[in-house]
T-cell receptor
Framework: AQSVTQLGSHVSVSEGALVLLRCNYSSSVPPYLFWYVQYPNQGLQLLLKYTTGATLVKGINGFEAEFKKSETSFHLTKPSAHMSDAAEYFC????????????FGAGTRLFVKA | DVKVTQSSRYLVKRTGEKVFLECVQDMDHENMFWYRQDPGLGLRLIYFSYDVKMKEKGDIPEGYSVSREKKERFSLILESASTNQTSMYLC??????????FGNGTRLTVT
């Protein structure tokens, strides 16, 4: 069975600092991995996804994530935080062999201090 | 841009009422999803549909049903609302098995 663990329900960074949001997954088959962002009072928006191929994936708004199979991790980073990055971020894993069951992590709320 | 529209942003219903949550997408996507979002639990899949009149149970289908009579519309039905169904409900659509385009959500309160 698949699972996703996001380390830290809240992360706080200063504007201009590195953003690092951690995600570890469990999957019995090669996974598809996703990061979504949710701004206040909105639905989720896809930031980036890993399916196959290059393990460093670039997404929107300057975010990127690296798939590390040996560590079963898919951490999200951004070199320099902006106030507009304050939101909740969700990591998700999909097992295509299992059909349509995408599993979401509990979410990490990012705070950006001026 | 893909648009997924959920008909209500906020709903307040009484225990025992039958509740309909409507979702419409404008991109001819085969796949549509209903999720429930609760703090600390992330998103949990209630039902999904991969074609008109086709539906499959997700992880927490109890107390819910769905209807997909037209490709663009996917309705979530709470047969008899209960207080433990107070939550944020998110609809999504996609061409792939993973949800890619989300609506803004319906916050349902059952009193």
């Amino acid at each position: 069975a698949q699972s996703v663990t996001q380390l830290g329900s809240h992360v706080s960074v200063s504007e201009g600092a590195l953003v690092l949001l951690r995600c570890n997954y469990s999957s019995s088959v090669p996974p598809y991995l996703f990061w979504y962002v949710q701004y206040p009072n909105q639905g989720l928006q896809l930031l980036l996804k890993y399916t196959t191929g290059a393990t460093l994936v670039k997404g929107i708004n300057g975010f990127e994530a690296e798939f590390k199979k040996s560590e079963t991790s898919f951490h999200l980073t951004k070199p320099s935080a902006h106030m507009s990055d304050a939101a909740e971020y969700f990591c998700a894993v999909s097992d295509r062999a299992g059909g349509f069951k995408t599993i979401f992590g509990a979410g990490t709320r990012l705070f950006v201090k001026a | 841009d893909v648009k997924v529209t959920q008909s209500s942003r906020y709903l307040v219903k009484r225990t025992g009422e039958k509740v309909f949550l409507e979702c419409v997408q404008d991109m001819d996507h085969e796949n549509m999803f209903w999720y429930r979002q609760d703090p600390g639990l992330g998103l949990r899949l209630i039902y999904f549909s991969y074609d008109v009149k086709m539906k499959e149970k997700g992880d927490i289908p109890e107390g819910y049903s769905v209807s997909r009579e037209k490709k663009e519309r996917f309705s979530l039905i709470l047969e008899s609302a209960s207080t433990n169904q107070t939550s944020m409900y998110l609809c999504a659509s996609s061409l792939s098995p993973e949800p890619l385009h989300f609506g803004n959500g319906t916050r349902l309160t059952v009193t």
